[in-house]
């Protein structure tokens, strides 16, 4: 049967085990488990020569979005690596951290061939949406922008409704007003309305945040998300509606029942976390400058069991992001070329991990 013909729960069962190994062979860090051989088992690449790869999404039948975040292209690629541009995304503002930055497909794909986008122009972040080769319709605008954290992640949640990461576009009181659509995590319906029950009638779901970058659901419904901190503490935390996760009062833990402590806390230098994927009972979180997969295991109640895993420590240089494929395999797209890493001949690359074995 066709993955995508499954449900959810399947969907995760079916690459449960591919975590299961790859946890297995975790990577020496400070904070997580050593695998003395850092070896990661089967990996392909399956496309090279790509600018600074942002977001990837699956399209019904197995092929995948993906957006270039310097050259405002949206991508596609095939399973056997076949990459063609679908269209440039017109008044993307390219520089520094911004860009054409996230994508989504429509649950709906097959009945209404909409996706969506967020990208930065010279006035503001915004998240439009369109069909393939038709100009985008933008259903939100105003999210500030600057030169660093514009956050940009989109998803669908398991409830219909796309959520949207936004970073404090390094104005740190924005986080705390609820005002702003900055420093938060967005829920809305496909037209950019806030979506019912969101906890302040408006736009925002959680608020207190630096800089989202990941956000994904477990099999129980459960939000998951990964946050860039400053200097101190990266962030991976479990969502939920109306909390306050503390930026800038508070990076990393806190004993302030007025904000919600992180599920795990790594240094940046090992971390530096972008996109997520759940995928069985583990996070797999993708790592900038730590230039790894971490594996943080569920315990089937909205926490962690078990100290995370590091896998593919600087294997591939730096991650961008990471999503569980119709296949139960992992693709992940490198960032070599963004102007922080040390890109050689083939970087970028979307590179696909089938199964994996520990030595």
Same mark, same amino acid.
């Given at each position: 049967?066709?993955m995508?013909?499954m ?6 069962a ?11 062979? !975790?990577? !020496?860090? =400070?904070? !997580? ?16 020569? /790509? ?34 541009? *679908?269209?440039t995304?017109?008044? *993307?503002?390219e520089?520094?951290?911004?860009? &054409? ?20 122009? *010279?006035?503001?972040?915004r ?11 933008? %259903?939100?605008?105003? %999210?500030?922008?600057?030169n %660093?954290?514009? !956050?940009?992640?989109l ?6 409704? &796309?959520?949207?990461?936004t970073?404090?576009g ?5 986080s705390?007003d609820?005002?702003s &659509? ?19 009638? +408006? ?7 630096r ?14 998300? +990964?946050?860039?901190g400053?200097?101190?503490?990266d #962030? &991976? ?9 503390? @930026?800038?009062?508070? #990076?990393?833990?806190? =004993?302030?029942?007025r ?6 806390? @790594? ?26 997969? @971490?594996?943080?295991? /569920?315990?089937?109640?909205?926490? %962690?069991?078990?100290?995370?895993r590091?896998?593919?420590n600087?294997r591939?240089g ?12 992992l693709?992940v797209?490198? +960032? #070599?070329?963004?102007g922080?890493?040390?890109?050689n001949? #083939? =970087?970028?690359?979307? *590179?696909r ?7």
């Amino acid at each position: 049967m066709p993955m995508f013909g499954m449900n959810l729960g399947a969907r995760l069962a079916a690459v449960a085990c591919l975590l299961a190994a790859l946890t297995s062979c !975790g990577a !020496g860090s =400070d904070t !997580g488990a050593a695998d003395p051989a850092d070896s990661a088992g089967q990996a392909t690449t399956l496309a090279t020569g /790509l600018k600074t790869p942002w977001s990837l999404a699956f399209l019904p039948g197995g092929d995948a979005l993906f957006t270039e975040r310097d050259t405002s292209r949206l991508r596609k690629v095939d399973g056997s690596g076949t990459v063609s541009t *679908v269209q440039t995304i017109p008044g *993307v503002n390219e520089g520094g951290e911004g860009g &054409l930055l996230g994508v989504a497909v429509s649950p709906k794909y097959q009945q209404d061939r909409t996706v969506f986008v967020y990208y930065t122009t *010279v006035s503001d972040n915004r998240i439009a949406k369109l069909r393939l080769g038709e100009r985008p319709q933008p %259903i939100l605008t105003g %999210i500030p922008a600057a030169n %660093i954290h514009n !956050g940009g992640r989109l998803a669908f949640g398991p409830d219909g409704y &796309l959520y949207a990461g936004t970073g404090d576009g390094g104005e740190r009181p924005r986080s705390q007003d609820l005002g702003s &659509l900055a420093g938060k995590i967005l829920r809305m319906t496909a037209n950019g309305a806030p979506a019912p029950g969101n906890p302040f009638g +408006s736009l925002v779901y959680s608020y207190g945040h630096r800089n989202v970058q990941g956000l994904a659901w477990d099999s129980a419904e459960r939000l998951y998300a +990964s946050e860039f901190g400053q200097n101190d503490f990266d #962030e &991976l935390n479990r969502i939920e509606p109306g909390r306050n996760y503390g @930026w800038p009062e508070v #990076e990393g833990r806190s =004993d302030d029942p007025r904000y919600v402590s992180p599920l795990v806390t @790594w240094r940046p230098a090992e971390a530096s976390p972008s996109g997520i994927a759940v995928t069985g009972n583990t996070v797999a979180v993708a790592c900038l400058r730590g230039e790894r997969l @971490w594996l943080v295991a /569920l315990d089937g109640n909205g926490g %962690i069991s078990g100290e995370p895993r590091a896998a593919l420590n600087g294997r591939f240089g730096r991650l961008r992001d990471v999503v569980a494929a119709p296949d139960g395999s992992l693709w992940v797209l490198t +960032s #070599e070329t963004d102007g922080r890493g040390s890109p050689n001949g #083939e =970087d970028d690359r979307i *590179v696909r991990f089938g199964q994996v074995r520990s030595n």
